[in-house]
């Protein structure tokens, strides 16, 4: 994520992965992650910059590259959560079955919620029987008069069951003429695409005020190169602020949908107007994969939506695609973890490994996550040797690093506690240590 990140503003010559795998599963890998960059190398001008005509009228406030701070912003209410205002980031995917089939649905749902007794979501870092990652808002879409009766049926079916997580709803303005869609979404997904017209906009603001419901409002940006992104985007944010000021409503957010190669410059230009306005508003970041394999789809999501996250940028994450929903949430939650935005299970630090090493990098750190991986929010260090790895613990809690052949030192923060322990004996007394600072808990 990091790598990709950096990648992404442009930075980098050479890049050096550290899986804690053999080399040689890395390559593959580092290939990969570069393809996309050196396209860009060779075909210059492809992604430009805010043209001159945004930049002379607009002022943007960008995010400070040296230092994370979480973008400030009105709290969101969706029934169940908050999105926003310093709360958690939330994780949201689509419904793939048809409104039609509602057996299906309402299962597909409870599924995502970890609630059908499937064991695929119970990956590690769940506790107390309790899956790790769930889905926490539903994405529907719905398209015709049919799907609006079997929504609400939907709705129905989920309460009865006691299976509670926000709705959002995607539907057009001539769905949105029922009454019965705005009563039972939990959030509105209006799609701006470039002929959408501030009446209709006006609309929409004054039906979510009269309904209590939030709305998102997703800017749908051009798939081609054709039509500049910022000039759509101001267009539109300019309409819909208007139409949110009319009806004095605010229980609103933003998104765009765009080309997934191209997300990052719309979106921070999207939060950094939404600033300077004085318009702090959450913003949901949406990465929709399109033929790619899921290594590829991982590997560019995490490049773009984890330089956005570091930027302070994101409320919520909404990842879509052709791939399993357990793939899509780990993957969810795994970056929110790798940025520290949200933290769900623990956190490992292991160095790159090199001639000094001092014992088997990838079993030993596999034989660590394997009885230390329930502790939400620890994080744990391992380094191949004492000369270089003290220093490169980073802010971890506790170390374990090589200290000679078949032996181990221990640290708590920067403090070596132990020394020389025998590797055999070492990942017992990493635990005892974990359990004196009160940071162990029981695997469920
Ligand atoms: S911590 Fe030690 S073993 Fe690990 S990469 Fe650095 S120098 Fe090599």
Redesign the pocket.
């Known amino acids: 994520m990091g790598i990709g990140a950096l990648l992404e503003d442009g930075i980098g010559d050479t890049i050096r992965v550290s899986l804690t795998e053999d080399a040689v599963a890395e390559v593959p890998v580092a290939f990969k992650l570069v393809e996309k960059y050196n396209r860009l190398c060779r075909t210059p001008g492809q992604d430009r910059g805010l043209p001159p005509s945004v930049t002379s009228r607009s002022e943007v406030r960008l995010p400070d590259p040296f230092a994370y701070r979480r973008r400030e912003t009105l709290a969101c209410d969706l029934v169940y959560h908050r999105l926003g205002n310093g709360h958690l980031p939330r994780v949201e995917l689509s419904l793939r079955s048809r409104l039609a089939a509602l057996d299906e649905a309402v299962s597909e749902v409870a599924r995502l919620l970890g609630q059908n007794g499937d064991s695929a979501l119970r990956v590690a870092g769940g506790s107390n029987g309790r899956p790790a990652f769930t889905c926490e808002t539903v994405h529907v879409r719905v398209e015709s008069d049919a799907d609006v009766h079997a929504f609400v049926g939907l709705k129905r079916r989920l309460q009865a069951r006691g299976l509670h997580v926000p709705l959002a709803v995607e539907v057009s303005r001539t769905g949105l003429a029922s009454e019965a869609i705005w009563r039972a979404a939990d959030r509105v997904v209006y799609p701006c695409s470039a002929s959408v017209q501030a009446a209709e906009l006006s609309q929409i603001a004054g039906s979510a005020k009269r309904f209590g419901k939030p709305v998102e409002w997703k800017l749908v940006l051009p798939e081609s190169a054709a039509g500049d992104p910022f000039e759509r985007v101001e267009r539109d944010l300019q309409k819909i602020l208007a139409a949110c000021t009319t009806h004095d409503w605010w229980q609103t957010l933003f998104s765009i949908e765009s080309a997934p190669a191209a997300l990052v410059r719309p979106y921070r230009y999207l939060a950094g107007r939404l600033d300077a306005l004085a318009a702090n508003l959450p913003v949901l970041l949406r990465y929709r994969g399109g033929e790619q394999e899921f290594e590829a789809f991982l590997l560019d999501a995490s490049a773009q939506l984890g330089a956005l996250l570091c930027d302070g940028i994101g409320d919520a994450l909404y990842l879509a695609g052709p791939y399993p929903a357990e793939d899509l949430l780990r993957l969810a939650y795994n970056l929110l973890q790798a940025t520290r935005t949200r933290i769900s299970k623990t956190d490992y630090i292991s160095?790159?490994?090199?001639g000094?090493?001092l014992f088997d990098l990838k079993s030993t750190t596999e034989r660590i996550k394997s009885k230390t991986a329930h502790l939400k929010g620890v994080k744990i260090a391992i380094?191949?040797?004492i000369?270089?790895?003290p220093g490169?613990m980073a802010d971890a809690d506790f170390g374990y690093v090589?200290a000679g052949p078949g032996k181990v030192n221990l640290f708590v923060g920067k403090e070596c506690v132990e020394r020389n322990i025998p590797e055999d004996q070492a990942d017992q007394k990493l635990i005892e240590l974990i359990k004196k600072h009160g940071m162990w808990v029981e695997p469920s």
């Not at 160095?351 to 090199?354: A, G, H, K, V």
């Open positions: 160095c790159p490994s090199c000094r090493t380094m191949g040797c000369v270089n790895g490169e090589g």
